[in-house]
């Protein structure tokens, strides 16, 4: 049934495709400039007054693409190269990381960030989340604790051996039969403290499931996430440091990224509850100042940059 509903996707996404295409060729045999609307998307709340959910989903606006302009002609050009490069995986059902995408035309592409602007336009252009296209990423992630499930054939039994890591897996719509025998879902930021965790056989004293996107968390760990918390929901908690790394690392999983915006009711965790060190406690509980450490300038400026609203144009 799931290979029938991707087959039908697939040939839904190459209509949608030639469709563009098609739109943009009349529009320039016809000598006139293709226009292509961009919507934006955004994750934050902007009335003040209310409380805030941090749910909308709806386009808050849109880019206009023109070959008028000099500064979108190279944009056109890359987000065409890797519409056509999308075209061929879905055509023979294959899949690409980002990274491969980038060396198909490196010299054009230039940076890589350039490809994964394409890559969200035609997400957005098309209406579908990333992996539909067949572009995926390179798993990053680490789980372990009770828990057992298929992925494309291949077994992973953390049941039998709690304290073991695994990778998590890259297609997510792929994992089958999922079964745990936990009570909760704890995601730990760093790598260091997962494995601190497996050292200390966290898992074997604690009936749960440990997860790590080793920093800021890729696609896969948040499907995957996702994916635990809708099909076995549990509670799940979020252990992150004091700083604004920290926090913006909860907020990409509870609410999902700013780059990836137009995706994020289907990524985001909003039930994840934050688990650690509260900015109060140092006052609350009379903490040592020595056991604090000052927040540096490229922390304030981050904070800054990410957590202010945008101002009003």
Known sequence: MEGIRSSTRSRDLLRKIKEFTLSILEDLSEG???LIFIQSFRTYCTN?????????????????????????????????R??????????ENKHASKRDIYYMHPLIF?????????????????????????VVSVGNGLVMGWLRFFEAGRKFDCINSPNTAHTVPVLVEDVKDLVSAALYILVVEKESVFQRLENDKFCSKNRCIVITGR???DVPTRRFLRLLVDKLCLPVYCLVDCDPYGFDILATYRFGSMQMAYD???LRVPQIQWLGAFPSDSENYDLPKQCLLPLTIEGDTYSKDQWLPPAPS
């Open 215 to 217: 920093g800021y968390p």
């Open 82 to 91: 890797v519409l056509l490069i999308v075209q061929q995986l879905l055509q």
């Open 110 to 134: 230039s940076d890589q960030s350039v490809v994964d602007r394409a890559i969200n336009d035609i997400c957005i252009l098309l209406q579908c989340s990333r992996h539909n296209l067949n």
């Open 264 to 266: 994020a009711k289907f």
């Open 32 to 34: 006139l400039s293709p």
């Open 48 to 80: 003040l007054d209310s409380i805030c959910s941090c749910r909308s989903n709806k386009p808050s606006g849109h880019e206009i693409l023109t070959f008028q302009k000099e500064s979108h002609v190279h944009r056109i050009d890359v987000l065409l």
